[in-house]
């Protein structure tokens, strides 16, 4: 049984072979070929040449195509060019705003820099007067640590 589907599919592509050779050697010009095509007794056929109105038909679909691949190119550049301006407008709207705003802040910024702010002064008042009674406390604190520690070295000494 497998010699006979080995026979069918070998001759299949026998005869496969044989109906596409002839068409393969049409187009060939190399002396294999003319060799081939004598020993199964074709001659081979040269496709005659395309009139010049074939040619120039075949041109002018190629420039057409051509000229719509193009056209499409040259609109798609075109709306890349009109966002990327529209981002520009943008960002210059932007940083025109933002050139706005920092003379702003500058101008505030020197007024404040001008005029002294009368709550720094009130703590600084603050702070000087706690320091003034920090000060005495302290004091106060080391006299009576002394006096404490000589009273506690008496006391010690006598007992």
Known sequence: MQDLI????FYGFLLLAASTIP??????EDPLTVFLARILGKEIK?????????????????????????????????????????VVKQLEKEVSLMEGKEEDLKQRIAV???????????FGKI?????????????????????FSLGAEFLF???
Request: charged share 30%.
């Open 6 to 9: 080995t026979n069918v599919l």
């Open 23 to 28: 068409k393969l050697l049409t187009r060939l």
């Open 46 to 86: 040269k496709p005659p040449p395309p009139t010049y109105k074939e040619r120039i038909s075949v041109l002018v679909k190629n420039l057409e195509s051509a000229s719509s691949d193009a056209d499409e190119l040259l609109l798609e550049i075109g709306e890349v060019a009109q966002k990327r301006e529209k």
């Open 112 to 122: 404040l820099e001008n005029i002294p702010v009368p709550v720094a002064d009130h």
């Open 127 to 147: 702070v000087n007067a706690g320091e003034k009674k920090s000060a005495r406390r302290d004091a106060v604190y080391f006299l009576l640590g002394a006096l």
């Open 157 to 159: 000494r006598l007992f």
